[in-house]
């Protein structure tokens, strides 16, 4: 094949079959009109006359082949001259009768049918540049994949005639250089003779594809393809022409292809459930987090205030632990988030135990919490993955302990500058583990199993806890035997701050989040919930603040088309009518200042917005993950009021 053709840029050498040489000129003629291609022609009038062309000469960039010669008719033709010269780029030529033929040429590995009478310079050019082009592209596919040997053999039992290519025997693993012939191949033990059992079967069936593993003569299997074709010739005579694929690599690289697109269509599908998931369950969430935030913001009875608290805290948890779950297939590959502030160890232990103790009595168990007394009151750490962690351990706890008690423990075992060690043991008396199943307890989706007992949950828990464990650089082990209960240990180092750090810091933000500031904000949300949600915790905070909703981009746009400015936008993305990302765009490209120059907040419950700040490449400022905290939520719309022209 000569060098890739493109336009008008490289010659083409063009043979043409064709035994009605007044035609075979006007082909020429054809060619010699036409802009779009320079060539050099050569005639052949019979399908011999082209074997001996095509044999001297073997880098012609297409065959035009007319079906009817004198020495070859209809579809064995074609068949004749691919199984000789399989890489050919052949265009062939029917008569209007034979379009189905020309369709049939087309499928068995000609380039393209072109039906006489009815093309012209242009259409005959046309097809054998794109061709051409085809052919060059598929010439240099197949030098990239010369792993995949291919080759050819012909048998004439009735002549004593056999040839193979030089492929055919490296994929046999014989000796090039040492060729069968006739005699050998029927006389002598070689793994060649399966060409000629192929081709004994192929007369039966009148052609035959076959996928075989063959042992080649080094003990090596291969995995081969074979085509054999018979050509009746006369009585019980036939010549056999096929071709032989070695697959093996091509079988493995598929394979191992498969197997890669599999994985990232997995990928790919779970990060769109876990998109989905997360944002299905973020979004109900926010609602309850913010109503219970609204609630504890009210006048309640002690009691109430005690169940809103639990409300919350429970909630909060469950937050965090509907983000783990969400991404307990991913954390084999990332570094868990971990993150460091100020807060009260023995708060937290109060609400896990306002929440256990319940569960604890309705088992009829005792719950209790031991603290050391020389702990401190505030710790910097990492408060919802200690929180899910003791959770965690004691809800198991819990759940498999049927009488007794359980109880937690929490005392300093180290102390070193700013830092401590600090050690929480859990302790029931359940049912126990056995020695030979607790190096698996913390596997995933494993479950402890007791006959007549019914276990629930997921068998996430204690996968969960180890890899929250760790990720803070801590340690978690577990003593126990069947029967005789259990013992969770987990080690976790936390800093150690000034309390009056703590209440300096608390004061400077109640200062900084003014009651008396005056703003107004436009609300742009479609869930109902989450727009009392967001509507009443932000008038808790300022009563002064003037508040309009939209429920979604389209009436956002026609709010802030109106005469009545605005101070900040709070927009949720997910949308009907016009989504978040729409309506931002709009608002930074299509309005003019100062609507266009508004500090816009996205709230919303996909976590990957945040991935390489994606949000600003919509034209928002910043945002907020649902269930949004209402102080971080503060502290960002007085950051970006600030901002603002007219709070400059």
């Excluded at 044999?55 to 064995?76: C, E, K, N, R, T």
Aim: proline share 3%; glycine share 6%; aromatic share 6%.
């Amino acid at each position: 094949m000569h060098q890739r053709l493109s336009g008008l840029g490289a010659k083409a050498n063009i043979l043409i079959i064709e035994d009605d040489h007044s035609y075979a000129r006007l082909v020429e003629i054809w060619l010699s009109e036409s802009e779009l291609l320079h060539f050099s022609i050569s005639n052949a009038a019979t399908l011999a006359e082209g074997f001996e062309k095509l044999d001297q000469a073997s880098s012609f960039d297409a065959i035009l082949l007319d079906l009817s010669l004198p020495d070859s008719h209809g579809f064995v033709t074609l068949e004749r001259l691919i199984n000789r010269h399989p890489n050919l780029n052949i265009i062939v030529l029917t008569g209007r009768m034979d379009v189905e033929l020309g369709m049939r040429a087309v499928k068995s590995g000609a380039q393209d049918f072109l039906i006489k009478g009815e093309f012209g310079s242009k259409e005959l050019a046309k097809s054998l540049l794109y061709s051409i082009e085809r052919s060059s592209i598929l010439s240099r596919l197949e030098e990239a994949q010369k792993i995949a040997q291919v080759g050819h053999w012909e048998c004439n039992p009735s002549e004593g005639h056999f040839y193979a290519s030089n492929a055919v025997y490296r994929i046999f693993g014989l000796d090039i250089h040492e060729p069968f012939n006739f005699d050998q191949l029927t006389s002598e033990e070689t793994p060649l003779q399966i060409l000629l059992d192929v081709g004994a079967e192929a007369i039966e069936k009148g052609e035959l594809d076959r996928d075989i593993l063959l042992e080649r003569v080094d003990g090596q299997q291969r995995f081969v393809s074979l085509h054999c074709k018979p050509i009746h010739i006369k009585g019980d005579d036939y010549v056999f022409h096929g071709v032989i694929q070695d697959l093996t690599e091509r079988k493995q690289a598929e394979e191992l292809k498969k197997q890669h697109e599999l994985a990232e269509q997995t990928a790919k599908v779970r990060e769109q459930v876990i998109a989905s998931v997360s944002h299905e369950m973020r979004t109900p969430m926010n609602a309850i987090l913010g109503m219970s935030n609204l609630l504890r913001g009210t006048v309640l009875s002690e009691e109430q205030q005690s169940f809103v608290n639990s409300i919350h805290h429970s909630s909060e948890l469950l937050m965090g632990i509907i983000n783990d779950i969400l991404q307990i297939s991913e954390l084999h590959h990332k570094v868990l988030s971990i993150d460091t502030q100020p807060f009260s160890i023995h708060e937290l232990l109060a609400h896990l135990k306002e929440v256990m103790e319940e569960k604890a009595e309705r088992k009829g168990l005792q719950f209790t919490i031991e603290v050391q007394e020389s702990l401190n009151e505030q710790v910097v750490g990492d408060k919802t993955r200690l929180s899910q962690i003791l959770y965690n351990l004691v809800g198991n706890a819990i759940k498999f302990t049927d009488k007794g008690a359980v109880s937690l423990g929490v005392k300093v075992i180290q102390q070193q500058g700013n830092s401590q060690k600090l050690r929480f043991t859990v302790i029931d008396s359940g049912i126990g583990i056995p020695v030979d199943k607790q190096k698996h307890v913390f596997e995933p989706f494993t479950r402890l199993h007791q006959k007549g007992r019914v276990t629930e949950g997921t068998g996430l828990g204690l996968t969960i806890t180890k890899q929250l464990v760790e990720a803070q650089g801590g340690h978690i082990s577990l003593q126990s035997e069947e029967g005789g209960g259990a013992t969770f240990f987990v080690d976790l180092t936390f800093g150690k701050i000034d309390e009056g750090v703590i209440h300096k810091k608390l004061e400077q933000e109640g200062v900084k989040w003014d009651k008396d500031l005056a703003f107004r904000a436009l609300i742009v949300e479609d869930h109902l919930m989450n727009q009392v949600v967001v509507k009443k915790t932000l008038q808790q905070q300022w009563s002064q603040i003037e508040i309009v909703i939209a429920n979604n981009g389209k009436e956002a746009i026609e709010y802030l088309q109106k005469e009545e400015p605005f101070d900040i936008i709070l927009m949720d993305l997910q949308m009907p009518v016009m989504d978040g990302f729409e309506t931002a765009k709009f608002i930074r490209e299509q309005m003019s200042d100062p609507v266009a120059s508004l500090p816009i907040l996205a709230m919303t419950a996909h976590a990957h917005i945040s991935e390489g700040e994606k949000y600003k490449e919509f034209g928002m400022n910043d945002y907020l993950l649902k269930p949004f905290d209402p102080q971080q939520l503060f502290e960002k719309i007085v950051n970006y009021l600030d901002k603002t022209p007219s709070n400059a």
